[in-house]
């Protein structure tokens, strides 16, 4: 067996390892990214603000429902539950932003948003892993139907 064949037959029983990796980075940066407007009204003022500049309707209303998406999603994505579900309501989040806010962006400047739509496409194809509330609660429930929505 070649090299490459050799790695890859070791990689691929880790797998599940990459996707709870993955899992780790995109929720805690999820969280780190909206507890401050959580914790402090005034800081989900001034992102109100922000998005009333940057033309969004209803910016107050905006902002406490992007902010409250990202914590759920952040959530989910970290426990590996409902991972399908939240990753449609993240990739939704981060389309509208990156069209609202970053369009005229630089790549740099936009890829913060882009890492969490492409990790958010990335646990809709993908799932959670085996390593996941997800597979303990399909394993629990088995025969029951339950999937990772």
Known sequence: MNLQGKTEQWL?????????????????????????????WERMIEFSDFLQSSGFPFPTISAVTSV???LFCGLFILLGYKIRLASVILIGNFAIALV?????????????????????LTFLFCGAGRISINTFDRNRNKGNGNSDY
């Open 100 to 120: 609202m806010v970053h369009l005229d962006d630089t790549v740099e400047g936009m890829t913060p948003a882009l890492a969490m739509l492409f990790g958010g």
């Open 12 to 40: 691929k029983p880790k797998y599940d390892i990459g996707i709870l990796l993955l899992r780790v980075f995109i929720g805690l940066r999820l969280l780190y990214g909206v507890v401050d407007n959580i914790v402090s």
């Open 68 to 70: 409250y998406a990202q």
